[in-house]
């Protein structure tokens, strides 16, 4: 099944339709996705990050989870297929599918599912209208970045019970760079845009194309990844880097987020959900930037595109213990696009390779 989920598309898939062993199961999703070639021409992806994402869905073991849902990033122009973070936008669609599948029994009104994600152990909880034994996909919520209006997906994410800082420090110096590097679902390093010499207002597409900020951004990322613990992460993608400016439209903070390379179009939940967390942290880079609220949990996180709304509040325990998030909870919508059957590419088809430096081919 295809469904946008957030601001993200991608292919939905049940555990047991997919082979067993990762290596085979991955080297299908290629072939299904249509990678490695940048326009994944023969196959379900849209040749961008955004829209090369697979949900594997199952039923859990887990007692306190309905589902486990597994995240699949397909690479676009190379063979590589990684698990080794979550994406919150697809999250917005697990839920429906699940209720889709038959492996929740939908409620008269509101379902609500709760989600183990494989990736990270953590859980979630989504909330949606049904009706009828059908998910109800038509409503007047709306979110930057989509057209149109659909039905609200809550989605929720229990009291953290991990420290927010996998450093240890609200502030680190990273190749010369004051960050924080932050983890409230999707490990982030938060730069201000300033101190790379950019003001956080450009297009996702000037950012690109600056090879001196591609640089600095390797090297501020790599850095990061050995400090948060993520080892070596030159093939990871994670952690996010997301640079940060003050708010333009009364919102809390502009961001641009790198998903390593590419800049976000918007932002994702789970990288907003970090974000969130981490302007909140007391001598955090952030807070030199965003324009808190008094009071209240909601913040306004503006992106390229527009903003995203969400609810995030931490708190410090007594003496020295680390802050952890005491809730987060954020408002998507998801749609149904098709339902039927891939034909992968034979798995003897070359792949068509990256064009050259010269130019497209």
Known sequence: MLLRGGTSKGAYFLAGDLPEGAAERDA???RAMGSPDPRQIDGLGGAHPLTSKVAVVSGSADPAADVDYL?????????????????????????P??????????ADGVTSVRIRMVNSGDLALATFPTEGGR???????EISGVPGSAAPVVIEFPRGSAPLMPTGHARDLVAGTPVTCVDNG????????????VTGYEAPKDLEEDPALAGRLREIRLEAGRLMGLGDVANATVPKLTLLAPPRDGGTVMTRTFIPVRCHTSIGVLGAASVAAGLRLEGGVGHAVAHLPER??????E????????EAGVEYGPGD???????????????????GTVFPRSADTAPIPAPSQGGPR
């Open 303 to 310: 992106h390229p595109t527009g903003f995203l709304d969400i």
């Open 321 to 339: 213990d680390m802050p952890v998030a005491r809730r987060t909870a954020v408002v998507r919508t998801a749609r149904k696009i098709f339902d």
């Open 97 to 106: 599918f699940a209720v889709e599948r038959g492996l929740v029994e939908p």
């Open 71 to 95: 995240f699949l990033q397909v690479s676009v122009d190379k063979a590589e297929v990684s698990d080794r973070q979550n994406c919150g936008n697809l999250l917005a669609g697990v839920g």
């Open 135 to 141: 998910v109800v996909y038509e409503g007047d919520a």
């Open 186 to 197: 999707m490990p982030t390093v938060l730069i201000a845009a300033s101190s790379l010499g």
């Open 296 to 301: 209240g949990d909601r913040l306004r996180i």
């Open 28 to 30: 299908l999703l290629l």
